[in-house]
């Protein structure tokens, strides 16, 4: 089945500069690629996803960019802030047979971004 | 608009005891997941639901029962507690599993076995 590797699991970064985090995936047949936002004692919540017809999208202070040939896509977030501390999570969905929740989505490990004032 | 809700948010156990988590969904979805979080562990998929009447086994299904009568609904329940399954649990459902369908969390359920 699909499997999905995340890095860093722990990233920390000054208040006002860039935080990258790289996500890489097994199955060349996945094609809908989320990242959620975890903070402290909530729930994930989607914050940007990319189709694997797209290698580039954007919304305000984050990107994400996908590369299928080398299987693998990175979250970019520009100007951090304190409100961008939480965990992260990379999900890649494939196709029936690569496992996954009922929506074919398998997660990442997580990384906890800390935002240092 | 509720979307998915989850009860109890905290619960304590003592080993050996039983108890059900419930989720619930009001947005008509046909796909339901439950993970478990633990720390450095991410999300590990527990059972998943296609739709009513269909339930399939994740990554760390033991100890741990589904049943999808409805469509809304999708308990889990812990057969007799055990330490190994403090954690927090999360519900999440979806549409399809189609390109571009986001999977909709619960807020978590944080159960501690004692």
């Known amino acids: 089945g699909e499997n999905v590797e995340q890095h860093p699991s722990t990233l920390s970064v000054q208040e006002g500069d860039s935080a990258v985090i790289k996500c890489t995936y097994s199955d060349s047949a996945s094609n809908y690629f989320p990242w959620y936002k975890q903070e402290l004692g909530k729930r994930p919540q989607l914050i940007i996803d990319i189709r694997s017809n797209v290698g580039e999208k954007k919304d305000q202070r984050i990107a994400v960019t996908l590369n299928k040939t080398a299987k693998h896509f990175s979250l970019h977030i520009t100007e951090t802030q304190p409100e961008d501390s939480a965990v992260y999570f990379c999900?890649?969905?494939?196709?029936?047979?690569?496992?996954?929740?009922?929506?074919?989505?398998?997660f990442g490990k997580g990384t906890h971004l800390i935002i240092q004032p | 608009n509720a979307g998915v809700t989850q009860t109890p948010k905290f619960q304590v156990l003592k080993t050996g005891q039983s108890m059900t988590l419930q989720c619930a969904q009001d947005m008509n979805h046909e796909y339901m997941s439950w993970y478990r979080q633990d720390p450095g562990m991410g999300l590990r998929l527990i059972h998943y639901?296609?739709?009513?009447?269909?339930?399939d086994q994740g990554e760390v299904p033991n100890g741990y029962n589904v049943s999808r009568s409805t469509t809304e609904d999708f308990p889990l329940r812990l057969l007799s507690a055990a330490p190994s399954q403090t954690s927090v649990y999360f519900c999440?459902?979806?549409?399809?599993?189609?390109?571009?369908?986001?999977?909709?969390f619960g807020q978590g359920t944080r159960l501690t076995v004692v």
């Open positions: 999900a890649a969905r494939g196709p029936m047979y690569s496992g996954g929740g009922a929506d074919g989505l398998t």
């Open positions: 999440a459902s979806s549409y399809s599993r189609t390109a571009n369908t986001e999977a909709f």
């Open positions: 639901s296609v739709g009513a009447g269909i339930t």
